[in-house]
């Protein structure tokens, strides 16, 4: 079985006790924190190493350092062969700051992109447009709609209701 695999069989256990559950991904936020804290100060060094190496060097289990690589593979600027990664598989961790601001954005992890360390890479400003760009991203926005009486919208001259409107 592939690591993502057995990581996925732990995280997403539905057959998992809820208190237990919550105390799991509780541990797992905090040390997810604490490897964003480390690759964020130094955002331009590229990380690189076996799935072993890596948990070892960030102080992680293997299973944690799986979830880690799973939840930032989508924020890489080169995503990992994550659904075949074994301990020997060779990572990179080399991210796109702003596609990983806006990924954290996205999942409502605020005690991630609210970390101090985004303080030295984006201005304020920059940070706000990158929140409501991403915020925007998922909105839905309808076009005016035809009345019956206007122009029709294919361009025929005619009125809608007598054209496209029938």
């Known amino acids: 079985m592939a690591l993502l695999e057995q990581w996925q069989a732990i995280a997403y256990n539905e057959k998992a006790d809820r208190g ?3 105390k ?3 541990r797992y936020f905090a040390l997810e924190k604490g490897v964003y804290e480390k690759l964020l100060s130094n ?18 289990e293997l299973m944690a350092m799986v979830g880690f690589l799973d939840g930032i593979n989508d924020s890489l600027i080169t995503p ?3 659904d075949t990664m074994e301990e020997d598989t060779v990572v990179s961790l080399a991210f796109d700051k702003e596609k990983l601001y806006k990924n954290m954005v996205d ?13 030295d890479i984006f201005t304020e400003e920059k940070r706000k447009q990158l929140y409501r760009e991403q915020k925007n991203a998922g909105t839905v926005r309808k076009g ?5 009486n206007d122009p029709c919208p294919c361009g025929s001259g005619k009125k809608y209701k007598h054209c496209c409107g029938r």
């Open 107 to 119: 999942a409502k992890a605020d005690w991630l992109y609210e970390l101090p360390q985004w303080n």
């Open 24 to 26: 799991f991904w509780t």
């Open 80 to 82: 990992n062969p994550i």
């Open 43 to 60: 955002p331009d060094e590229v990380v690189e190493g076996t799935v072993k190496e890596l948990a070892e060097r960030f102080d992680l």
């Open 144 to 148: 005016k709609k035809v009345g019956r």
């Open 20 to 22: 237990e559950l919550q």
